[in-house]
Each structure stands twice: as C-alpha cells, then as structure tokens.
C-alpha cells in the first residue's frame, strides 16, 4: 500500500476516516473549502507523482458541492501527476436521473455526471448499491458497484428471526431482496407492487407473497421521503404482517421522512454510514447504523492488489 493516497473532500469526512483507519493509513494532507464567493478551494499539500489515489466521498446532501469538490480534487490530482485516480463514491446522487420516460424533456443527469467524472481525469470508479446496476454502462472506464447486502444478510443472520418474509418495496428492487433471500435459510421473497390507477389517484399497493404472521424485512437502496417505505410497512401491515423491520443502504432522509419513520409501522431501519445521519436522525430510536469502512477498505485492498471484487460476494 506504499504507493496509494486516501483523500477526502467535507461531504463525509467520517466514512473516509473509517476507511482509512481500517486500511491502517492516514488521509492525504490538504486543504479543501471555498473562496469567498462559494468556489470550492482545493490545495493538495503532498507529493502524488506517480501515486494511486482514492477520492473517498459521497455525493448527497449538499449533492452539487460534493460532486464539484471530487471533480476539482481529481482535476488538481491529474495536473500533480497523480499515477492513477479511483473515486469511491459510495452514494451516487442523480442515479434515480437515469433515463428520459415516455421520452419526457428531461436530462439524463447520471449520464452527464458520469462523463463530468471522466472529464475530470478520474480512471475508475467504486459505488455500492448504485441504483440501477446498468449505470455502470454510463461509464468508458471500470465501475466496481459493491453491495451492503453482505452486511444485510449477515445482521439478518445475527437477529435470529424464525421465519421472515424478505421484501422488495417496488418491482425495481427485486433483484437487490432476493440477492438476500438467497443467503437466509426459511425466507422467502415478497413484492410489493405499487400501481396508480388514475392520475392523481393514491397508489393501490398489492402485496405479492405471503406475509401473514411473519417477520418482514424490507430492503431497498436508498431512504429519502420514507414515502416508499413507510407506505409498504402499511401494506405490509394490512396483510398480516407480524413485525417489520428495513434496511436501506443510503439514508438521505430528506423531509418529511424523520417524521414518517416516527409515526410508521416500522420498528426499526438499519441504514449505512454511506452518508451522515443530521443530528436528528441520529436522535431517532428507529434508526440503526452498520457501517460500511471495513466493506470499502477491503475492496480497496483487491482493486490496488489486482484481485477479483466480484468474489466479495
Ligand atoms: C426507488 O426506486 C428507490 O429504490 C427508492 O425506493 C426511493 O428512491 C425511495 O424514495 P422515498 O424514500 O422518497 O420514497
């Protein structure tokens, strides 16, 4: 590990200290904030000729400093002659901006952040539980999408449930909860199947699966309204459900989900550290953290070791 720099920006200087203290290395010295008007200011204060760099940080809240502060510390890295640049960008923001439905006049934002990320002379990237797998393909350079589920299955494992339903909260998670089920013995998968029958017309939420009297874990990769989960709890609940647990890999928990999550039926919801609980989130009983330093160092170890990522899981 001799030749390779950990650098972060200020999005999430936790997770970043995380990693680097699992790797047993320090964070690179530099300074990293902003002019007076709001520019951001990047000054890298040691020696990176040649070196493999990891920019770890998260693009979320605030998403647009956050993803300016990775480009310009890898433009300043790429002039200082940095040997190679990996962005660890745990939380992708602007991945649900993924394509243009019913050919609606809209950007395709993932796209565009993905080429801004190539523009800025970074040679590879590491995401975990990207939104959509096929993201992956916006990019001409290696993308190495990592998953919590590793995490999910073993804490589901330690919980001891008899017999739990494994739950996708929409039909777009479906491959994420059965990557689950695969690795829980007595499990089965559920679907919750949202549909909107008429134009402003609430969403009938059908349950497919059997959930009576069990255990509910629903998995889903990002937790922002708590609109999604909080209405399956509800669904969930109608159909018989006995508890129901969640974990969702990015909590970025914009308003009014705190509130929600208090008043759902939902006993608790374990997020990662992939973006920092406000103060407080990090109140609420209803919310668990497992860290993901440890997951991230070690795909760092095989990335720099030229050793398979995909075995991790
Ligand atoms: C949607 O496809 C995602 O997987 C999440 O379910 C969604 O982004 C969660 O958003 P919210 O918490 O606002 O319902």
């Known amino acids: 590990m001799n030749n390779t720099v950990l650098i972060c920006g200020n999005t999430n200087k936790a997770l970043a200290a995380s990693v680097a203290k699992s790797l047993n290395m320090p964070l690179a010295d530099a300074k990293i904030d902003r002019f007076n008007d709001g520019e951001v200011n990047v000054d890298i204060h040691e ?18 400093d956050s993803l300016m502060e990775i480009l310009l510390i890898a433009d300043a890295l790429k002039r200082a002659s940095a040997g190679s640049i990996t962005a660890v960008i745990p939380y992708y923001g602007y991945a649900r901006q993924d394509r243009r439905p019913r050919s609606k006049r809209v950007p395709i934002s993932a796209k565009l952040k993905a080429d801004l990320i190539m523009v800025a002379g970074i040679g590879r990237i590491i995401t975990v539980d990207l939104h959509a797998d096929q993201i992956q393909g916006f990019f001409n350079i290696p993308a190495d999408n990592i998953y919590y589920s590793r995490i999910i299955s073993d804490d589901i494992l330690k919980s001891g449930h008899e017999r739990c339903a494994i739950i996708s909260p929409d039909v777009g998670g479906v491959v994420r909860a059965r990557a689950v089920v695969k690795k829980i013995e007595n499990s089965h998968l559920v679907i ?48 018989g459900a006995k508890r129901i647990f969640a974990y969702c890999t990015h909590p970025v928990l914009s308003d009014p989900a705190l509130d929600l999550i208090e008043s759902s039926e939902i006993d608790y919801i374990t997020v990662s550290d992939s973006i920092p609980l406000t103060a407080k989130a990090e109140k609420s009983t209803k919310i668990k953290v497992l860290p993901l330093g440890d997951l991230l160092a070690e795909t760092i170890k095989r990335v720099i070791g030229h050793q398979s990522v995909s075995a991790m899981f």
């Not at 069990?214 to 399956?232: E, F, P, V």
């Open 192 to 239: 919750v199947d949202k549909r909107r029958q008429a134009p402003n017309k609430a969403e009938v939420m059908n349950i497919i699966g059997d959930v009576k009297d069990l255990d509910c874990i629903i998995i889903d990769d990002i937790i922002d309204t708590a609109g999604t989960l909080t209405q399956a709890a509800k669904a969930l609940k109608q159909a």
């Open 47 to 64: 020696n990176v000729r040649g070196k493999d760099i990891f920019i770890i940080q998260s693009t979320c809240y605030p998403v647009n």
